[in-house]
């Protein structure tokens, strides 16, 4: 099968000849343009030649339209710091306000989508990574607890601060598309995690207005909902119009690949732990890892991938031991663990 096709298979739950794979983290010192950052994800692709792309873009993208800043300490792969942003106290969520989908930030993201999709094989699908509108709040602030308590004190800014970051971000997702991506990574980060909200507050303050993002998505063939963090709220979100859900699936307060094979209508993505195994352990650890994550799935409705975001430290020999066991399975069961919720898997995904 080619990547493409061996791709589109796991989404729609029909057999493969082996599980797609992929996986993604930050370069920070290359992420600021978007050429570094395209020769970045393609030298990544050309080493280990990954059956998708997530373009991983600086984090902060989201929010420097209204404001925010970094610091990067010209150090390769150090982690920048937050120098500014924009909420210090509850009346400035008045002056967030809609933003241009195609300049500034933004703009270069479209650019970085474009170059990367003329510079891919039309064999590997591409998809780009996109917050929820609840968490591009969240990145204005110092902390997130200052949104959460803001949610109560003062709603209507906040939702006014929502209406203004939709605004922004669905037309982007439709340029996204326009650029050549074949679907959107749909973040949560911090704000589907029982931590900070209950199912009914991310009931209130984020399905709406993550359903419009999605719904600027909804010709796409490759959505990912990817539910961040520990104690998720995974199976709340069950009922999204995507393609495939990731989370980090070994972390204990999380559903298991398993759990969510068995509630969820889309495939599972994910089953390698991006900051245990595969930062610090072994290449026969990894191996195991991936063999685990196959038995749990059956090796199908599964793209094999990490749990978040993996670390720079991250060995590329673990990397490649990843890869190599991944290509290595051979699938003879008849089926995959059936879904019992959604309509996802049903859907037809379209080459």
Known sequence: ??????????????????????????????ESDALELVEATLESW?????????????KHYHVEPWGVRYRYPGVPDAKPRLEAWPVHAPADWARITPRPPDAGALGEQLEAVRLLRRALPDDVPLIETVFTPLAVLGEMVETPQELRAHLDSH?????GALEAVTATFAPF????????????????VDWASADLLTPELHRAWSR??????????????????HVCGRRNLLFELGDYPVAAFSWAATDP???????GLARLGGAVMGGIAHDGVLLDGDEAAVRAAVEAARRATGGRRWLAAPGCSIR?????????????AVASVRLSSPSAPRSHGGSSSDREVRP
């Open 1 to 30: 099968m080619t990547s493409r096709e061996r791709v589109w298979a796991a989404l729609a739950g029909r057999e493969v000849d082996r599980p797609p794979v992929s996986f993604w983290g930050h370069v920070y010192h290359r």
């Open 46 to 58: 050309r080493r280990y030649r990954w059956d998708w792309v997530k373009l991983n873009p600086r």
């Open 155 to 159: 709603p209507d800014l906040v939702r």
């Open 173 to 188: 997702v439709r340029e996204v598309l326009r650029a050549g991506a074949d679907g959107i990574y749909f973040a949560t």
């Open 208 to 225: 709406p207005w993550d359903r419009r993002v999605l719904a600027a998505a909804a010709d796409a063939p490759f959505n990912v909902l």
């Open 253 to 259: 307060t999380n559903p298991t690949l398993a759990d």
């Open 312 to 324: 720079p430290a991250t060995p590329p020999a673990h990397l490649l031991a990843a890869r190599d």
